[in-house]
């Protein structure tokens, strides 16, 4: 399993379209903050229109998304001489379309939904990343084709809204999330992006990170297999993943244990084994500091996952 399958796995990621967005010229929306572990995410597919988050000022074009892993209030905004005028929303079996208050011919189409994920893993998946994060898929040749294909989908279902939609929709909008989280940095994003690190000897030690984390992962160790100094290593993976390798492997560590403790009846002293740390009280700090709470809370809160393995 890659990287990024493994991630969305462990987030127990669930995803959802929200609302079809055809606004006019002159137009603002306000969207509200979203809930704990809930991120929003837009995707435009035609026109132009601009998203503002916090003091962030983004100009969008087709093939841009934006997810929001905070879940933060924002607000966008299409160019016009009248107004701004604000929206109105008809619902739907599946979801919501807003048009403009005033009417008018529609000069965006924008997708806007939310991923939900969970408390553990999910939420140190998505405390990673940038926020916000913005793709321009139109800006390269391939992922421009992979999104025009998805994008038709997406109205495809939209105009259809019948039996099996919201599924067909979830499964699509998941799709746009590995899209988003193995898009390097270049063209396509200015984000740093760990999951989708460009040197193939970065990704080999994040992948490896990833599949094995209870493993000694020492700098010596990472630098020989990526054939680099040690210095040279530590440069590249902090400008490869935004982030120290010692920060990436407690993370990844703790993203291992979140999903034992829910999908396995093995004692927290086992778990803490089991991912890399010597002591339970050690495990026990590092838990509480990044998730704020104990892994036995942590584990009690849980509903236990269907199948979860039992080693008694």
Same mark, same amino acid.
């Given at each position: 399993m890659d990287s990024v399958s493994r991630l969305l796995r462990m987030a127990r990621l669930q995803a959802g379209l929200d609302k079809r967005c055809l606004l006019g010229a002159g137009t603002r929306m306000d969207v509200p903050a979203y809930g704990q572990m809930e991120a929003p995410f837009h995707v435009l597919l035609d026109g132009a229109c601009r998203l503002q988050v916090g003091t962030v000022l983004l100009d969008l074009h087709p093939g841009d998304v934006v997810m929001i892993p905070s879940g933060a209030p924002h607000r966008v905004t299409t160019d016009g001489e009248a107004g701004p005028t604000g929206t109105t929303?008809?619902?739907?079996?599946?979801?919501?379309?807003?048009?403009?208050?005033?009417?008018?011919?529609?000069?965006? &189409?924008?997708?806007?939904?939310?991923?939900? *994920?969970? +408390?553990?893993?999910?939420?140190?998946?998505? $405390?990673? @990343?940038?926020?916000?994060?913005?793709?321009?898929?139109?800006?390269?040749?391939?992922?421009?084709?992979?999104?025009?294909?998805l994008s038709a989908l997406?109205?495809?279902?939209?105009?259809?809204?019948?039996?099996?939609?919201?599924?067909?929709?979830?499964?699509?909008?998941?799709?746009?999330?590995?899209?988003?989280?193995?898009?390097s940095r270049g063209d396509t994003t200015q984000a740093t992006l760990w999951t989708a690190a460009a040197d193939g000897r970065i990704a080999s030690a994040v992948e490896g990170m990833l599949?094995?984390?209870?493993?000694?992962?020492?700098?010596?160790?990472?630098?020989?297999?990526?054939?680099?100094?040690?210095?040279?290593?530590?440069?590249?993976?902090?400008? &490869?993943?935004?982030?120290?390798?010692?920060? *990436?492997? +407690?993370?990844a560590r703790?993203?291992?244990? $979140?999903? @034992?403790?829910?999908t396995t009846d093995a004692t927290v002293a086992s778990v803490a084994g089991q991912v890399g740390y010597s002591s339970e009280s050690a495990f026990s700090r590092a838990f509480r500091a990044h998730l704020g709470t104990t892994p036995a809370r942590f584990r009690r809160e849980r509903p236990p996952v269907?199948?979860?393995?039992k080693t008694g």
């Open positions: 929303e008809t619902a739907g079996d599946v979801f919501v379309t807003t048009r403009s208050e005033h009417g008018g011919k529609p000069v965006i &189409d924008l997708f806007c939904g939310h991923y939900t *994920f969970d +408390a553990g893993a999910g939420s140190l998946l998505f $405390a990673s @990343l940038p926020d916000p994060v913005h793709v321009s898929f139109g800006q390269s040749a391939e992922s421009d084709e992979v999104l025009r294909m997406m109205r495809g279902e939209a105009r259809r809204e019948g039996e099996g939609t919201a599924a067909i929709l979830s499964a699509l909008c998941t799709v746009l999330l590995a899209m988003v989280l193995r898009t599949n094995d984390p209870g493993a000694d992962w020492t700098i010596e160790r990472l630098s020989r297999a990526a054939a680099m100094s040690r210095a040279t290593f530590l440069r590249h993976f902090t400008r &490869d993943t935004g982030t120290t390798v010692g920060a *990436f492997l +407690a993370r703790l993203m291992a244990a $979140a999903e @034992l403790l829910t269907p199948g979860a393995t």
